[in-house]
């Protein structure tokens, strides 16, 4: 059974840092992985999206790898900013046709 | 483009009841997935339908059930609601399968007096 983890729950860091946000998951049999950011009562928000066949994507600020026979992928966030506040969630569709979603990062940053 | 749309945006039931969630995909987009968010935690998947056919299931009861029509939207029906279904309902569409990227709608607020 597909488990994903993500550490830490919380973080706070001041404005600028560059930062590191953790996905773990049990089952290596993927089709692919993808972050998302949740602002407060409301819906998800696609960041990256890596397929299986790939180990990384980036989109200004982030960059996201996988690594596949680890079970594990990296979100980095550079120079943070205000605006970057929000709760990141990684999710991995597995290849019976289901989708787990770890229980997220609450990222504040600092002004 | 508009994108996925959802519909109530709140929703306020007794036990027992029933209720329907709808949601409408960003045009040319022909895969829904249904999810329950309970507070503090990550989405659960329920269904995915693609081209009208389901395609994947999560561990729900029986009492939750979803149809996708010919316009590729979809609705999701709770019978016999418990207090425990109170949560956030999201719907998201992508292009085809579950390779595609997911585009999540604001979600739809049931509370379970």
């Known amino acids: 059974k597909q488990e994903v983890t993500q550490i830490p729950a919380a973080l706070s860091v001041p404005e600028g840092e560059n930062l590191v946000l953790n996905c773990s998951f049990t089952?290596?049999?993927?089709?692919?992985l993808q972050w998302f950011r949740q602002d407060p009562g409301k819906g998800l928000t696609s960041l990256l999206l890596?397929?299986?066949?790939?180990r990384e994507q980036t989109s200004g600020r982030l960059n996201a790898s996988l690594d596949k026979s680890s079970g594990r992928s990296t979100l980095y966030i550079a120079a943070s900013q205000p605006g970057d506040s929000a709760t990141y969630l990684c999710?991995?569709?597995?290849?019976?046709?289901?989708?787990?979603f770890g229980k997220g990062t609450r990222l504040h940053i600092l002004p | 483009d508009a994108g996925v749309t959802q519909s109530p945006t709140h929703l306020i039931k007794t036990r027992g009841q029933h209720v329907t969630l709808r949601c409408s995909p960003i045009?040319?987009?022909?895969?829904v997935s249904w999810y329950q968010q309970v507070l503090g935690q990550g989405p659960q998947f329920i269904f995915q339908?693609?081209?009208?056919?389901?395609?994947g299931r999560g561990n729900f009861p029986d009492r939750f059930s979803a149809r996708q029509f010919p316009n590729y939207s979809s609705e999701l029906n709770v019978n016999a609601l418990l207090l425990g279904d109170s949560a956030l309902y999201l719907c998201?569409?992508?292009?085809?399968?579950?390779?595609?990227?997911?585009?999540f709608g604001d979600g739809t607020r049931l509370s379970i007096l």
């Open positions: 089952d290596s049999a993927i089709y692919n």
């Open positions: 890596i397929q299986s066949s790939q």
């Open positions: 339908y693609y081209e009208k056919e389901e395609r």
């Open positions: 998201a569409s992508s292009l085809s399968g579950p390779w595609q990227p997911q585009h």
């Open positions: 999710a991995v569709w597995s290849r019976d046709d289901k989708i787990i």
């Open positions: 045009s040319g987009h022909k895969s």
